[in-house]
């Protein structure tokens, strides 16, 4: 099985509306974040969370949401769905008690927003 | 100037000769750096990581950090057709563990 996994995979929605991504991983990592990529200009930080409690925008952070349920848990959601939003989205997670803290990433959602 | 820089390629090699790839970064008080695969449509996975001067073999792959001058490579021994992806390099700034991200390098190995 997957240490990360992300839900749904692939999501087509309409300009507007309310969308969630769901992010679960059983690496027991502390530190999780949420990408977006696009042709061209690499992954780009949304949120990041270092615990539960611990909620931080990173540097496209407008227009999304997250919430941290468990350890285990991180979702994104779009309030309200635009066009510029379609991109490929990444979940990743890492543990802050390791040396170099490598970044482990989800399989990746593809959302297009019509 | 952008924070880590990589040249977008595509970069082509012919099988079974070394493949190089090459990172630049602005923040000299950076801390470690990374190496990505990724494979269009896949996640990113990683290759090797580097926090000190020098070089640093696994296998085929040679990550050399020179953080005097600001950069880092990737080196791959006898390239195959199967390293064809996109080479993705990251920098950690600071002790946040933010990584910050080049946009990658397409490498294809010509057979």
């Known amino acids: ?114 | 100037q952008k924070e880590v820089e990589q040249n977008s390629g595509p970069l082509s090699v012919p099988e079974g000769a070394i493949a190089s790839l090459n990172c630049t970064y602005s923040d000299r008080g950076s801390q470690s750096f990374f190496w990505y695969r990724q494979y269009s449509g896949k996640s990113p996975e990683l290759i090797m990581s580097i926090y000190s001067n020098g070089d640093k073999e696994d296998g085929r792959f040679t990550a050399q950090l020179n953080k005097a001058s600001q950069y880092v490579s990737l080196l791959i021994r006898d390239s195959q057709p199967s390293d064809s992806a996109t080479y993705l390099c990251a920098v950690n700034r600071d002790s946040n563990y933010q990584l910050i991200w080049g946009a990658g390098t397409k490498l294809i190995i010509k057979p």
């Open chain 1, 1 to 114: 099985d997957a240490d990360v996994t992300q839900t749904p995979r692939n999501r087509i929605t309409k300009t507007g509306k309310r969308i969630m991504l769901e992010c679960s991983q059983t690496k027991g990592h502390d530190r999780m974040y949420w990408y977006r990529q696009d042709p061209g200009l690499g992954l780009r930080l949304i949120y990041y969370s270092f615990d539960v409690k611990d909620i931080n925008k990173g540097e496209i952070s407008d227009g999304y949401s997250v919430s941290r349920q468990a350890q285990a848990k991180f979702s994104l959601s779009l309030e309200s769905a635009i066009p510029n939003q379609t991109a490929l989205y990444f979940c990743a997670t890492s543990d802050s008690g390791s040396h170099l803290e490598t970044q482990y990433f989800g399989p990746g959602t593809r959302l297009l927003v019509l």
